[in-house]
């Protein structure tokens, strides 16, 4: 059957069963996506949740060696965690890095669609530093009911856009979005002219799938039949715990956020009782994070010690993490917002173990530190009860080889990992 006399839903299970058979990796990752067909994308867009929302005509419009590249562009997407929070972040710009970032991955094995974002620039960079070289993003000039897909608005320099709603040919269907179209922010209007398919509001995004460990798992599969694609070493190198830090840190983190009221945007709880109360508007708190680097640590620790802060950020939206590494001596300080950043932290150690140099740091420099997590396997100087600031949580997070049973009694936070 040729291409031209395909259905979409043949072109389609086409494209993924090729993947199977000929790209292991990006083959087992497809399975778990399943694909809708919308009005409201123009092209194709990619939710938390794993489900392709593809507009009819686009897939009509492109070959299957591009559909396959495509597929693999959104897989990527939720591999990487593009999807969740963008914070005050532009959403086309967003959008843009994070397709500059993926289709770098995958044009040496994947042919892709005209109009994607392409620049040797940005390789090796992850999509937040590309965030911040891009120029900010003008408005659209033309009328978006008509704007073309494959043409590029020429007044609008080094940019190939059509329009402020969608990037190059994929809508990032982000959670902050999703909650804005769930608690009523977005209209029926909105909701079609931000490309943000009606069956959003029917789904439930509270238990997404863990997609750090589907890229693990798929990644070890391609290993071991020696068909890894190139580049995927750096995306699977952090190892996160597999702890409800929900349940394990809500109590010592939400209860140290300090908050105020706003009005402009009332409780939806008061709105039944006909009376407007101001819902909470949380600010950020700042946690200290510390890594045992001593000589103690292996490698593979060090890595789960990265994947324990890569659990907040994803777990706590109104967290700021700043890291140390700690063996004798305390070392440089890392300002942490993303998985990124954690990837490039300067983490330094070998030798002995003192926990002690922290607190110290702690009383020196920042005697107003609400909330201390240290991951270590607990083997060391550990600081006397005098040493620690009252009133500050102190949250000892133990690795799998680690003994709890050493951290002094006084400290009563403790975290035992068994991975």
């Not at 809708?36 to 507009?55: H, K, L, Q, R, S």
Request: glycine share 6%.
């Amino acid at each position: 059957m040729s291409e031209m006399s395909m259905s979409v839903a043949d072109k389609i299970r086409k494209a993924r069963v090729q993947l199977i058979t000929g790209n292991p990796f990006f083959g087992a990752l497809c399975l778990y996506l399943n694909f809708v067909e919308v009005e409201e994308v123009p092209t194709m867009g990619i939710a938390p949740d794993g489900t392709v929302y593809y507009n009819e005509q686009f897939i009509n419009s492109i070959t299957l060696g591009q559909l396959k590249g495509t597929i693999c562009h959104e897989i990527l997407h939720l591999g990487l965690k593009h999807l969740e929070r963008r914070g005050p972040r532009d959403p086309l710009k967003a959008n843009m890095a994070m397709d500059y970032v993926v289709n770098l991955i995958l044009i040496s094995e994947f042919e892709l669609p005209k109009g994607a974002l392409i620049n040797r620039q940005f390789e090796n960079m992850a999509w937040e530093q590309v965030y911040d070289i891009l120029p900010d993003i003008p408005d659209c000039p033309f009328d978006c009911s008509n704007c073309p897909i494959t043409e590029q608005a020429t007044n609008i320099p080094a940019f190939p856009i059509k329009c402020r709603k969608f990037g190059s040919f994929d809508k990032h269907i982000s959670q902050d979005e999703i909650e804005k179209a769930k608690n009523g922010s977005y209209s029926s209007e909105d909701l079609k002219e931000k490309g943000i398919p009606k069956d959003i509001l029917e789904k439930d995004f509270s238990k997404l799938p863990d997609w750090h460990k589907k890229f693990q798992n798929a990644y070890q599969y391609a290993k071991t039949i020696g068909k890894l694609p190139a580049g995927m070493d750096r995306l699977v190198d952090i190892v996160e715990p597999s702890v409800d830090w929900r349940e394990l840190l809500a109590r010592y983190i939400n209860q140290n956020i300090p908050y105020d009221f706003t009005y402009r945007r009332p409780s939806r709880k008061s709105i039944v009782s006909e009376h407007y109360f101001p819902s909470t508007l949380k600010e950020f708190i700042e946690v200290l994070g510390c890594i045992d680097t001593s000589g103690s640590m292996s490698d593979e620790e060090v890595k789960v010690g990265l994947g324990v802060f890569l659990n907040i950020l994803h777990s706590f939206e109104n967290v700021k993490i700043t890291l140390f590494s700690c063996d004798s001596k305390l070392y440089v300080a890392n300002e942490v917002s993303s998985e990124y950043d954690l990837k490039t932290a300067k983490i330094k150690g070998g030798g002995g173990t003192d926990f002690r140099p922290m607190f110290r740091w702690i009383k020196k420099n920042k005697p107003d530190t609400k909330v201390l997590v240290y991951f270590t396997d607990a083997f060391g100087t550990f600081p006397e009860l005098d040493d620690v600031l009252p009133g500050m949580e102190v949250i000892w997070v133990i690795s799998k080889e680690g003994d709890e049973n050493r951290v002094p009694e006084y400290f009563t936070n403790i975290i035992k990992l068994k991975i």
